[in-house]
């Protein structure tokens, strides 16, 4: 069992969201400036927070799971709420809420026409909600971290960044040591990505007993292949403010946002991690009055506006409702206490196994649906779904049992394809055994098949397969999406 102080809990939540829109506020005057930026403190007017889409987003992701419950939520349901309720279309948001309005799914959404952005910001800012969600428990943090970062950023740096973020900040609701939090999360994306080799190279620079200034264009030397704007740069100079800054909140803030780019993220993600770290009385009382409780919105559809949290209580409140869900969801024996927080080696062993070939190991071009109750489907294409005449794809469903309700099937597969599509040969029937790892048995079967482009292609062409079985009394429908170029 684990147990977790509900009001040692409450105080950290609390004081994240109160972080996130010191830091917001704070560094969004200078965002994107490339040059550094020697910031001595506000320049905004006391009394009020500025609106950010940093948070925005996750007052979305809360909204869709207290309607859809936690059981069900999935990447398809953060793509609906995607498309509804959120209305800004720059740089990957714009791409990837295009790309799902076309029936491409995550983490396709996040790849398709995308090459530019996937790498951006848009998700690592974004991993608060699943990091209080999942307080101490990082796997459960970065689960739901990796179906949100897919969306618009496929399985890219982009999505790595959001997986160290979501990891770094669980950690931080049972642990204090700012090295100790980096070092468990860089666990958890791979040792070889952009990102990893950034946050690495900071730590080295303070080792070597560079100054801050000298890291940053270190930092910037290591990403110019990249560019400005983009995640493992900016989650550099995340670093570098929590590094450098030494547990002083104010000294790393002000690092992190002179450092320039994308300055009102990075200052954001600081404060959050630290407002985890320290609580509420670990933010100077002038910052918590600077921004006050408020919460103003700029990136969500007006028509849901009734439905957010106006303050960074009220936010911290509905949280709190969802943590004994998704604890259930994830079948975890939890409790909230008055006593000690208590978290046993064997329930931290348990909680910290994912790797990034877990979370990020599969094919770019595919998502996941779940037609039916009692199995799930992967579809997966060798290459972009963006064809022309003559162009030829491998297509794979993979099928996985669903773990309650499992036994032996027969699933009967029949394509309806266009005109333009073709499909020679393939398997109409798969057998789906019940799962029994014990035996081998995984309860996943798969087949797959080509597909050639016809002359007359269209701008948005889906082939379907109909999916029958005695055990299901209705066919299920599975898309398979193409785009002409």
């Given at each position: 069992m684990i147990k977790l102080n509900k009001k040692e809990y409450l105080d950290k939540l609390h004081a994240c969201w109160i972080g996130k829109n010191i830091g917001g506020t704070l560094g969004?005057?200078?965002?994107?400036?490339?040059?550094?930026?020697?910031?001595?403190?506000?320049v905004t007017e006391p009394g009020e927070p500025l609106p950010n889409d940093d948070l925005d987003l996750q007052l979305v992701w809360l909204c869709a799971l207290e309607e859809q419950g936690v059981h069900n939520f999935g990447t398809t349901t953060l793509a609906e709420y995607w498309v509804d309720w959120i209305s800004p279309h720059w740089n990957?948001?714009?791409?990837?809420?295009?790309?799902?309005?076309?029936?491409?799914?995550?983490?396709?959404?996040?790849?398709?026409?995308?090459?530019?952005?996937?790498?951006?910001?848009?998700?690592?800012?974004?991993?608060?909600?699943?990091?209080?969600?999942?307080?101490?428990l990082p796997d459960i943090a970065v689960k739901y971290a990796t179906m949100d970062a897919m969306v618009d950023h496929g399985t890219s740096e982009g999505s790595c960044a959001e997986i160290f973020t979501a990891a770094l900040q669980s950690y931080a609701y049972i642990r204090s040591d700012i090295r100790e939090l980096i070092n468990a999360a860089l666990k958890k994306i791979p040792e070889d990505s952009m990102t990893s080799r950034t946050v690495r190279l900071v730590m080295e620079c303070y080792d070597k007993?560079?100054?801050?200034?000298?890291?940053?264009?270190?930092?910037?030397?290591?990403?110019?292949?990249?560019?400005?704007?983009?995640?493992?740069?900016?989650?550099?100079?995340v670093t570098i403010g929590l590094i450098y800054g030494e547990g002083d909140f104010k000294k790393s803030m002000l690092y992190a946002v002179s450092c320039g780019d994308d300055t009102d993220c990075t200052a954001a993600t600081v404060g959050a991690t630290l407002g985890i770290v320290g609580g509420t009385a670990g933010i100077p009382d002038d910052w918590k009055k600077q921004v006050?409780?408020?919460?103003?919105?700029?990136?969500?559809?007006?028509?849901?506006?009734?439905?957010?949290p106006k303050t960074c209580t009220a936010l911290t409140d509905r949280v709190l409702a969802l943590v004994p869900d998704v604890m259930k969801a994830n079948r975890v024996k939890f409790e909230f206490t008055d006593g000690e927080s208590e978290y046993g080696?064997?329930?931290?062993?348990?909680?910290?196994?994912?790797?990034?070939?877990?979370?990020?190991?599969?094919?770019?071009?595919?998502?996941?649906?779940?037609?039916?109750?009692?199995?799930?489907?992967?579809?997966?294409?060798?290459?972009?779904?963006?064809?022309?005449?003559?162009?030829?794809?491998?297509?794979?469903?993979?099928?996985?049992?669903a773990t309650r309700?499992?036994?032996?099937?027969?699933?009967?597969?029949?394509?309806?394809?266009?005109?333009?599509?073709?499909?020679?040969?393939?398997?109409?029937?798969?057998?789906?055994?019940?799962?029994?790892?014990?035996?081998?048995?995984?309860?996943?079967?798969?087949?797959?098949?080509?597909?050639?482009?016809?002359?007359?292609?269209e701008t948005v062409d889906r082939l379907y397969a109909e999916i029958t079985c005695t055990t299901i009394p209705y066919p299920v429908i599975v898309p398979v999406v193409f785009l002409g170029r």
């Open positions: 969004a005057p200078y965002e994107g400036k490339q040059e550094f930026v020697d910031v001595k403190g506000f990957e948001y714009g791409i990837a809420k295009r790309n799902l309005q076309m029936g491409i799914l995550p983490p396709m959404s996040g790849e398709v026409d995308n090459e530019k952005w996937k790498t951006s910001n848009g998700a690592w800012i974004r991993s608060e909600i699943w990091a209080g969600l999942a307080p101490g007993g560079l100054d801050y200034k000298e890291a940053r264009e270190k930092v910037i030397e290591l990403n110019k292949s990249l560019g400005w704007f983009q995640a493992p740069g900016n989650l550099g100079f006050g409780d408020r919460i103003y919105t700029v990136s969500i559809n007006g028509s849901y506006a009734y439905r957010m080696e064997n329930d931290l062993k348990k909680y910290t196994k994912l790797t990034s070939a877990d979370l990020l190991d599969r094919m770019p071009y595919s998502y996941d649906i779940k037609p039916s109750n009692l199995f799930s489907v992967r579809v997966e294409l060798d290459n972009s779904p963006r064809v022309k005449a003559g162009d030829k794809r491998l297509v794979t469903l993979t099928f996985t049992s309700n499992a036994v032996p099937r027969m699933l009967y597969i029949k394509l309806i394809t266009p005109d333009n599509l073709t499909v020679e040969n393939y398997e109409k029937t798969l057998a789906l055994e019940y799962p029994q790892p014990e035996h081998g048995i995984w309860g996943v079967s798969k087949t797959s098949f080509e597909v050639t482009v016809g002359e007359r292609l």
